[in-house]
């Protein structure tokens, strides 16, 4: 128990440690986990001698996943999709194992051995791709969804193969193995329909139940039970259990519980797919690696060209776009972690001889390493293979007409802006909005609403949505450099257009407004102005006179409101300190060197702090000018920033 437990822990540490170096260069994580488990495999530093022993824990990440993945895709939308699944998919599966398998013939003239690599190698990395997908927004994409499509059937075919690879071994293949994937089948089906069902009428009452309980533990616990549970039944029927723990996501993913079910798994997730890839790089023999990296190599590229000119073909004839044949075939073209499996069960049947499985590994974890730089920049790969190359970013996305400008343009479609396009709606306001996020702006067309994909901060983009001819232009974005970028990029292309920009705070009210913004709305701010409304209201105040309390404080750039009086939580990070604008009393002793000066005397200004207030005894001075003079005792209210207020108070009281 102590040793495992240490190789646990040093497992976490050079993940750690390696996850760390990786992002730090813009590498995906998913690397440096094949790097980890390499090192701390049997071949480079043995700290774990049996990479056996952790297969089931990296499987259940698996597992996980294709639940999440599950909560992605309704019934509905899974009926939808049945074409792809069982046309593309379908077809990729039986043309590339038949291509493979004739190719592994001629090097090894064995046919059981033949049919064990083309059946390993016509499938693909579903771990891989689908997290790659993920993060980089492309899941919801055609080409995300073909992908999707062709890895739901290759996880569909790895059952048959599981059961046959077995069978191979015996004399009685013919009638064995027809008689063992016809009652596979039956009991396939069976499980998937008692999963459906239980989906269906049971599982929404027991969360609805856990969720009226308001507890987080138990909601967390019962979607880990539900997941392990579908995929144990499906495994026990002997299927795979990252297709029941996908079933069982896509019957929760038609609940409203969906988004609660996700956020509580993906940390138990990402920390075992992590393992899993950890598991993935200690298979690897680095010797043999090394020795034939150029085969390696070669097998690669061969495999990879093979699988997407085969989907390329396939699904430009289902009538699928060009780029998006492209696309899907250039993310598939890996050999997966179900490959793995394949390859160990015939290696314990004697059915392949250990170098070729010792390079069908080699070949599994390259590409398993380079998929994620692939998926990353699939689009500039594919881009050379289209016989006609669009010009914009959004080759997935179909974006509204921008024919004409519009009378207002909308950049940032988060919940601000959204809410700005539907009071511009209601008032039936022309209107174009655009937002970088591909999922947002493919659910928004879907809804109706008139975005565009791309990224505000480019000019090409801004001049192809007429940037350049709007009279008014809302920035919304939350980050207050990203608002100030694209700030600067709409001047350069149109000075005459009224820019109301969004801001977080007002720390950077002054850059915003030297850059050419007509009008500053800080969240922050604005939020004091309406709580402040509400409370004058209830307190009797005229609604005129609030208006034009509310009006002035927005004219005069929210001059009052800025500076607050620091405390024990204030946030003093390094980087916002500068900009941070306190509120701080300074009382005038007797030998004050203020005492008896006018305020021009003492040229504060030249320091960067004003003199807000001075309170002498019960009378305060809420506008003083440079011709006041202080005196001993009096109470001078400073405003500036951090470091400037404390000058300032040793300048009043030392000189």
């Keep these: 128990m102590n040793g495992a437990f240490a190789d646990v822990l040093l ?17 995906p994580a998913i690397l440096a986990y094949l790097v980890a488990g390499i090192v701390a495999g049997p071949d480079v530093t043995a700290w774990i001698k049996d990479p056996d022993e952790y297969h089931f824990i990296a499987e259940l990440g698996v597992v996980l996943l294709l639940f999440s993945l599950g909560l992605e895709f309704s019934l509905p939308k899974m009926i939808a999709m049945r074409r792809l699944v069982f046309g593309l998919g379908a077809g990729q599966v039986v043309i590339c194992s038949l291509l493979f398998a004739g190719l592994a013939y001629l090097f090894t003239a064995d046919w059981i051995a033949a049919m064990v690599i083309g059946g390993t190698l016509a499938l693909s990395s579903t771990a891989v791709v689908i997290k790659q997908l993920g993060e980089s927004s492309q899941l919801t994409t055609r080409k995300g969804q073909a992908t999707v499509a062709v890895l739901l059937f290759q996880d569909i075919a790895v059952v048959p193969m599981l059961i046959i690879i077995p069978l191979l071994a015996s004399t009685s293949v013919e009638v064995s193995i027809w008689e063992s994937l016809g009652i596979a089948l039956l009991k396939g089906a069976g499980v998937v329909v008692l999963l459906m069902a239980i989906g269906k009428w049971v599982l929404p009452h027991i969360f ?14 019962a979607t880990l039970l539900v997941a392990l549970v579908a995929g144990g039944m499906t495994h026990l029927f002997g299927l ?38 950890i598991t993935v790089g200690m298979q690897l023999n680095l010797m043999v690696f090394l020795n034939n990296l150029h085969w390696i190599v070669l097998g690669v590229v061969l495999i990879g060209l093979i ?25 598939l073209f890996q050999m997966g972690e179900f490959g793995f499996v394949l390859v160990s069960l015939a290696l314990s049947f004697a059915l392949l001889p250990q170098d070729i499985a010792s390079l069908l590994v ?15 920049r699939c689009r500039e790969l594919v881009k050379p293979l289209l016989r006609k190359v669009k010009t914009t970013a959004a080759d997935d996305i179909q ?101 109301i920009v969004r801001s977080r705070d007002d720390l950077r009210l002054e850059d915003m407004m030297n850059a ?91 320091l960067a702090i004003q003199v807000k207030s001075v309170r002498r005894g019960s009378d305060e001075f809420s506008e003083v000018h440079g011709d006041f003079k202080l005196q001993k005792g009096d109470v001078v209210l400073l405003a500036g920033g951090p470091r400037a207020i404390e000058a300032g108070e040793s300048y009043l009281l030392n000189g």
């Design 11 to 27: 497992l976490l540490a050079i993940a750690v440690v390696l996850v760390w170096a990786f992002r730090r260069i813009k590498l």
């Design 208 to 221: 609805r139940e856990i969720a009226r309980l308001r507890t987080d533990e138990l909601f967390v616990l």
């Design 240 to 277: 795979s259990m990252a297709l029941g723990a996908f079933l069982a996501g896509m019957m929760l993913g038609e609940s409203k519980y969906k988004h609660q079910l996700e956020a509580d798994i993906r940390p138990f997730r990402d920390i075992l797919m992590g393992l899993f890839f």
């Design 307 to 331: 699988k997407m000119l085969v989907i390329r073909a396939l699904a430009g004839f289902m009538d699928e776009r060009e780029e998006d044949a492209w696309g899907a075939g250039l993310m």
């Design 362 to 376: 080699g070949v599994g974890v390259l590409g398993m390493a380079v998929t994620p730089l692939i998926i990353q």
């Design 399 to 499: 974006q509204p007409d921008v024919s004409e400008p519009k009378r207002v343009l909308v950049l940032g479609f988060g919940r601000v802006g959204q809410t700005v396009s539907r009071f511009l709606t209601n008032e039936q306001i022309p209107h174009l909005a655009i937002d970088h996020d591909s999922k947002r702006v493919q659910e928004a067309i879907a809804g109706g609403a008139n975005v565009f994909f791309g990224d505000g901060a480019r000019r090409d983009i801004l001049k192809a949505v007429h940037a350049d001819q709007v009279e008014l232009i809302i920035i919304t974005f939350a980050e207050d450099q990203k608002a100030l970028d694209v700030l600067k990029a709409i001047r350069e292309i149109n000075e005459h257009a009224e820019v």
């Design 516 to 606: 050419g913004a007509t009008q500053v709305v800080p969240d922050t701010l604005e939020a004091s102005l309406m709580l402040v409304s509400q409370i004058l209201s209830r307190t009797g105040i005229p609604i005129r006179r609030i208006l034009a309390r509310l009006d002035q404080a927005r004219r005069s750039h929210y001059g009052d409101m800025h500076g607050f009086y620091p405390g024990e939580t204030t946030d003093m990070d390094p980087e916002k300190i500068d900009r941070l604008q306190f509120l701080h009393a300074v009382q005038l002793s007797d030998n004050a060197y203020a005492c008896g000066k006018e305020l021009a005397q003492l040229g504060l200004d030249e």
